[in-house]
């Protein structure tokens, strides 16, 4: 029996009866071989031992999840995808996300009315406090005014929020 198997191991083969060996099609077994995971010599033919192994150790990578295959590289990817867009859809529907431009309109909303108040505290200063001159006022309008474009100037030159601090 050895020696039949090292005769048979020497054999090159055609893909349909390598195919026949190892149960799959001859359709499979070309698709391997284009893939470049059975090698072929250029008329075609597989090497019984060589195309053996190399479907075995392509197999076994792939049942291993480290298969290089592109078909399954494909399908883990659209796989990750599917889920990735189905946790988006989930997150929006239970309102967990928010579109940026409600939350830019939001903020800006907020930055201008702490920018009002802030602004009118000259105002108020000079009415809680009749004692202090118009210069006084005046200096405490612009400390706040300086304040706010510090703030602005913070926040970064991007010309959105910044701009509702100003």
């Given at each position: 029996m050895g020696a039949a198997l090292t005769k048979r191991g020497d054999e090159y083969l055609s893909q349909t009866v390598f195919g026949d060996r190892t149960g799959m099609s001859r359709q499979r077994v070309s698709r391997f071989v284009r893939e470049g995971v059975i090698p072929a010599g250029a008329d075609g033919?597989?090497?019984?031992?060589?195309?053996?192994?190399?479907?075995?150790?392509?197999?076994?990578?792939?049942?291993?999840?480290?298969?290089?295959?592109?078909?399954?590289?494909?399908?883990?990817?659209?796989?990750?995808?599917?889920?990735?867009?189905?946790?988006?859809?989930?997150?929006?529907?239970?309102?967990?996300?928010?579109?940026?431009?409600?939350?830019?309109?939001?903020?800006?909303?907020?930055?201008?009315?702490?920018?009002?108040r802030m602004l009118a505290l000259a105002s108020d200063i000079a009415q809680?406090?009749?004692?202090?001159?118009?210069?006084?006022?005046?200096?405490?309008?612009?400390?706040?005014?300086?304040?706010?474009?510090e703030a602005a100037d913070a926040i970064g030159a991007d010309g959105g929020a910044a701009e509702a601090v100003k």
């Open positions: 033919k597989i090497h019984w031992l060589v195309g053996l192994q190399a479907l075995i150790e392509h197999l076994s990578e792939m049942a291993a999840g480290r298969g290089g295959g592109s078909l399954t590289q494909a399908r883990i990817a659209l796989a990750n995808a599917q889920k990735e867009a189905i946790e988006l859809k989930n997150a929006a529907a239970k309102r967990e996300l928010v579109p940026a431009a409600e939350v830019e309109s939001a903020w800006s909303d907020i930055l201008s009315t702490i920018r009002a809680l406090l009749p004692h202090l001159s118009k210069h006084d006022i005046l200096a405490i309008d612009s400390a706040i005014r300086d304040a706010l474009h």
